[in-house]
């Protein structure tokens, strides 16, 4: 139980993020229907950005300088991803990934998330190939709106279902990621290919050297992620190898700091609280002891660890809500009401909303039955049917693969986008509120 907990409260500053996700949505929205703000909006997106040091720009792709979206959706999602990989291996090694019985059932209800969307996607997407990139939008649950919908019920909402659904978010973002480097890649510069491999060795090396430096691997991920950005693979899986190179143990063992704080404490007299209010001047060596102590402190925490602390408030209330700013306007002057009735909307929503429901139950159902795994502590089968409706609430990821899929195809594109988009943010909302009634009907009052 104490290891559920201590999972649950890594996730606590992505629920508390989802408000904000709301807000920055709904303000996307009307600055993109608004005739006074719109034109801002839209051109805002197009502004060149430029970090030079001489002729060298660190935001430029094949000698073109990027545009602040692309700024967004490359550089600043590599970020996410980095820290997406950060609790990726923490799980793994740690966490609710790191054994046989707590991963089983999240990792077989994630595939069934995958598979049955695209399948979906697929049957009712007409079969024109620019409309069938989208493939994959329909795949991802996005963590911080699911697990937003289930603090709703608090304390109604057992411990092993939160758990569940946290840790098939985390799996499902693996599959995303897996997706990304496979099928939207192209034009690969073999040159930076090297230079990226190169990249990764010299990190896998300071790993060898039991080199600790978060600020080595930070510096050397923005190399990668330069290298990758002009090789041809998409230059988000930069974060993503990041991560897995970050170190995840202690240079010399927990044990060694914990005796060393120890000795540092017991140099201190022992004073009687009660009799001690006044402040004490230090002497030069018990300052140096402190030190001594917070350093000790300091180097208990795991590289990983440390880093994925860092990177939560910058992801959460800076690097996702911008991307949703960013890429959730979507013009509705020139669309009817049965645009969500056709094409890729259609199917975008088919995919989340019935898909993902499917697919993990049906996956899951079948692992259970057949004794493979077992429901989570304290859930009945409605109470899980109504946590897989959650599953298919899937924006960040989702958004991001639509722009993957449409963004690059020019004219023909920005329609397929906006309607993939829009598919998106209504089959998120439709998955929302009718998991929502599902929960409080069939979770215990």
């Not at 430029?50 to 720009?57: C, D």
């Not at 704080?261 to 060596?285: G, M, S, Y």
């Not at 959730?328 to 009401?337: T, V, Y």
């Not at 298919?392 to 449409?406: K, P, Q």
Request: net charge neutral; proline share 3%.
């Amino acid at each position: 139980m104490t290891t559920n907990f201590s999972f649950l409260s890594k996730h606590k500053l992505h629920v508390s993020s989802s408000m904000v996700l709301i807000v920055c949505t709904v303000f996307a929205l009307i600055c993109a229907n608004i005739p006074v703000v719109k034109d801002w909006y839209f051109s805002l997106w197009q502004h060149n950005v430029s970090v030079s040091i001489g002729n060298f720009n660190l935001f430029s792709h094949n000698g073109h300088p990027m545009t602040l979206m692309a700024v967004i959706n490359d550089f600043l999602m590599a970020i996410f991803f980095l820290s997406v990989g950060l609790e990726i291996k923490r799980e793994i090694r740690v966490g609710e990934l790191s054994t046989r019985e707590k991963a089983l059932l999240p990792i077989i209800g994630a595939c069934g998330g995958m598979v049955v969307p695209v399948l979906l996607f697929w049957l009712t997407c007409p079969g024109d190939a620019a409309m069938q990139r989208g493939l994959a939008i329909p795949m991802a649950t996005d963590i911080a709106f699911s697990l937003g919908v289930l603090s709703v019920f608090s304390k109604r909402v057992p411990i092993g279902l939160k758990v569940f659904l946290a840790a098939l978010a985390v799996a499902d973002d693996l599959g995303g990621i897996i997706v990304i480097a496979l099928f939207y890649s192209s034009d690969i510069d073999f040159l930076y290919l090297a230079l990226s491999a190169a990249c990764v060795a010299v990190m896998v090396l300071a790993n060898i050297l039991k080199v600790r430096s978060k600020a080595f691997y930070v510096t050397i991920g923005l190399v990668l992620w330069y290298m990758m950005l002009n090789s041809g693979i998409h230059a988000t899986i930069a974060g993503v190898i990041v991560a897995f190179c970050v170190p995840a143990t202690l240079k010399k063992g927990t044990g060694h700091y914990l005796e060393r704080i120890r000795q540092n404490i017991n140099k201190f007299p022992v004073i009687d609280v009660d009799e001690q209010h006044n402040a004490v001047v230090l002497t030069n060596e018990q300052i140096h002891t402190l030190k001594s102590i917070e350093s000790a402190a300091d180097k208990m925490i795991s590289p990983l660890q440390d880093l994925e602390d860092n990177l939560h408030f910058l992801i959460n209330y800076l690097v996702i809500p911008l991307f949703a700013f960013a890429n959730a306007g979507i013009d509705l002057s020139g669309m009817s009401l049965g645009i969500l009735f056709s094409g890729v909307s259609l199917s975008v929503i088919i995919g989340l909303v019935l898909g993902k429901f499917l697919g993990v139950f049906s996956f899951s159902w079948l692992a259970v039955r057949m004794k493979i795994v077992a429901l989570p502590a304290g859930a009945t089968w409605k109470a899980f049917a109504s946590v897989c409706v959650v599953c298919g609430i899937g924006f960040t990821v989702s958004m991001f693969i639509a722009d993957l899929s449409y963004a690059g195809l020019g004219a023909q594109g920005a329609p397929l986008l906006n309607e993939a988009k829009l598919g998106v943010l209504c089959g998120s909302v439709i998955s929302a509120l009718l998991g929502c009634w599902l929960l409080n009907r069939n979770l215990p009052k």
